[in-house]
């Protein structure tokens, strides 16, 4: 491995030697997002400048192939390179600059083979692949084609797992140490499987296919991935592993912007971890609001009010803090038997979940008791309030454990044509009757309850007072 001199505490050297996306889903952005998310340091070589959005590449400029080596040569000599990884590179000129570039240091490097971007453009010129298979397969540790860049190379056509292996041992002869398949688009429509040929073996990698229409970015996130663990000094099989999971990450949790195919999101992962710690605190800090003033008490339900906050891109009730066991009313107040903790609730829990799929700014919940008076001081502090009838919900979903919420949740979105603050259903048998508020942020929210609760209050007494 060609490393620099500083020793071998230093934080890992990744290149990307590709072109640039203006619309930032793919190429030197996408394997930026991607370097940066795995602790990697990214430095780059930029090989062309496209003109490209959600749906299309309009312009392709490309910079001078000395240009290009020199980029390579200044980080190689300066910082050491662990692994890197190659993309666009358009032209016969380029692929042999850079080919001969990184043949004077001793990286390891992925080649994802880039011809024909998602939304059909070239970007390899057809002449060029000669020169891709000659100059520069042959230094590759792995090589990552994509369903048709696999038949390109090797002229055969792949429409079965049996088809892709055997193309990838083709390719491996070509010279490189490994080679991936990649199975975004074999004819699977369960699984994305990729086929790794390393040693003569061959490995499955496996993962369920997404049905997203976030796919911008998918190739460039993998391969520069691969090139992370491997600068990190993973082996192979493992980078593999690791950059599927990391993939398929970035694409549940895909940025839905633009007209076209919306960019992976390589951040959402450390979005997740970083969030953590501000959404404990904030659910503690609302407890200890709510424990703090009496008049919450009168908002109580049986069953005791939670808090609860989501982390961004919540998947299940783990990746949602609240209260273990609820605030329950005792001598005038609520009070809580232990601390908030990720997993504290299923039942805001599942508010949540279905909510934030609707509208993700909406991450935090207080469930309060039924009374058409709260109601209405609700809605006179300017929440938008909807509700569901238990009484309604179809046998099916009935019989499923933990799907009411989610079809009630649905149920009052459509009722209103959009997100409410509040929603609040009448109970059924065995169901106490109760009022979910939804915020932003926990402690936020529970600064709102205590106000509600106030009003409530105060309502109470002039009412005792005219009787
Ligand atoms: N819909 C999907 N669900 C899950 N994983 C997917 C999906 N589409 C692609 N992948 C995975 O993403 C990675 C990239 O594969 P893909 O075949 O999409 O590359 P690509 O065609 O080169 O992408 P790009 O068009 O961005 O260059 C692979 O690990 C593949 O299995
Ligand atoms: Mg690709």
């Not at 003569?200 to 990698?205: H, K, P, T, V, W």
């Not at 000094?233 to 633009?258: C, H, M, R, W």
């Not at 703090?292 to 982390?311: C, H, K, Q, T, Y």
């Not at 106490?432 to 609760?453: N, T, Y």
């Amino acid at each position: 491995m060609f490393r620099g001199t500083e020793g071998s505490n230093r934080v890992p050297v990744a290149i990307t030697i590709a072109g640039s996306d203006s619309g930032g889903g793919a190429g030197i952005q996408a394997d930026l997002k991607t370097f940066a998310a795995l602790g990697v340091h990214g430095t780059t070589a930029i090989t062309c400048i496209t003109a490209q959005n959600t749906y299309s590449v309009t312009a392709i400029e490309c910079v001078k192939p000395e240009i290009v080596k020199e980029q390579i040569k200044q980080v190689a000599e300066d910082m050491g390179i662990d692994a890197g990884k190659t993309g666009m590179l358009y032209t016969e000129e380029i692929i042999k600059a850079v080919s001969e570039e990184i043949s004077k240091y001793n990286f390891p490097l992925v080649v994802d083979p880039v011809m024909v971007a998602k939304s059909g453009a070239f970007l390899l010129k057809p002449e060029a692949e000669a020169a891709l298979r000659k100059y520069l397969l042959p230094l590759a540790t792995v090589v990552t084609p994509n369903r048709f860049e696999a038949e390109r190379l090797t002229g055969m056509e792949i429409r079965s797992m049996e088809d892709a292996k055997r193309a990838a041992k083709e390719i491996c002869s070509m010279g490189p140490r490994a080679v991936v398949i990649k199975g975004g688009h074999l004819d699977m429509p369960k699984d994305a499987i990729d086929i790794l040929y390393y040693m003569g073996e061959y490995r499955i990698f496996s993962m369920p296919r997404l049905d997203s229409k976030t796919t911008h970015g998918t190739g460039c996130s993998f391969s520069a991935a691969i090139a992370a663990f491997l600068a990190k000094g993973e082996d192979i099989p493992s980078a593999v592993k690791q950059a599927k999971e990391f993939t398929t990450n970035a694409i549940k949790f895909g940025l839905k912007i633009g007209k076209g195919v919306g960019p992976v999101n390589p951040l959402a992962t450390l979005y997740r971890e970083a969030a953590k710690y501000g959404v404990l605190k904030s659910v503690r800090e609302a407890k200890r609001i709510l424990e703090s003033f009496p008049e919450v008490a009168d908002l109580a339900p049986e069953v005791g009010i939670n808090v609860a906050m989501a982390l961004p891109y919540p998947e299940n009730i783990n990746d949602v803090a609240a209260i273990p066991g609820r605030l329950m009313r005792a001598f005038g107040r609520v009070k809580a038997s232990s601390s908030p903790d990720f997993g504290g609730s299923s039942h805001l829990a599942r508010y949540l979940l279905e909510m934030i799929r609707h509208d993700p700014r909406k991450r935090a919940a207080i469930n309060i008791r039924f009374s058409e008076e709260i109601l209405s001081i609700l809605r006179g502090i300017g929440m938008k309030i909807s509700f569901f009838d238990r009484k309604e919900e179809p046998a099916d979903v009935k019989h499923i454990e933990g799907m009411t919420i989610p079809w009630g949740v649905k149920q009052a979105i459509a009722r209103i044509g959009e997100t409410p603050d509040v929603i609040y259903h009448m109970g059924d048998f065995g169901k106490e009757p109760m009022i979910v508020v939804f915020g932003e942020d926990a402690a936020e929210l529970a600064r709102r309850i205590v106000e509600v609760a106030s009003k409530y209050r105060s309502s109470q007494r002039k009412g005792n007072c005219s009787i």
